[in-house]
Nanobody, 124 residues
Framework: QVQLVESGGGLVQAGGSLRLSCTAS????????IGWFRQAPGKEREFVAG????????DYANSVKGRFTISRDNANNTVFLQMNSLNPEDTAVYYCAARASSVFSVSVSRYDYWGQGIQVTVSS
């Protein structure tokens, strides 16, 4: 089992940047595929970015490609989401999730463990 804690959220103006971190504890971090998801008010939770166990496979939602970068540091049990050129449509609660499998997935239902979420608000 793994516990996930997100940090780095907050309020930023449109065009600005934030860096989210997801720190894991309780299990071998490198055994998990990690995904970032987000949920805006009244909307379903959606995939944002994901990274395979070794970092060799990365994928992004079309809405964030070219603006967001996911990376992981297995030695320090942390995954990062660098978010640039933020716009108000990026406002949501962002969740880090872990999948206990070697198979990469963008599906919410395929992830086994979730952080508590962190608010990102982008003002216009």
């Amino acid at each position: 089992q793994v516990q996930l804690v997100e940090s780095g959220g907050g309020l930023v103006q449109a065009g600005g940047s934030l860096r989210l971190s997801c720190t894991a504890s309780g299990s071998t971090f490198s055994s998990y595929v990690i995904g970032w998801f987000r949920q805006a008010p009244g909307k379903e939770r959606e995939f944002v970015a994901g990274i395979s166990r070794s970092g060799g496979i990365i994928d992004y939602a079309n809405s964030v490609k070219g603006r967001f970068t996911i990376s992981r540091d297995n030695a320090n049990n942390t995954v990062f989401l660098q978010m640039n050129s933020l716009n108000p449509e990026d406002t949501a609660v962002y969740y880090c999730a872990a999948r206990a499998s070697s198979v990469f997935s963008v599906s919410v239902s395929r992830y086994d463990y979730w952080g508590q979420g962190i608010q990102v608000t982008v003002s216009s």
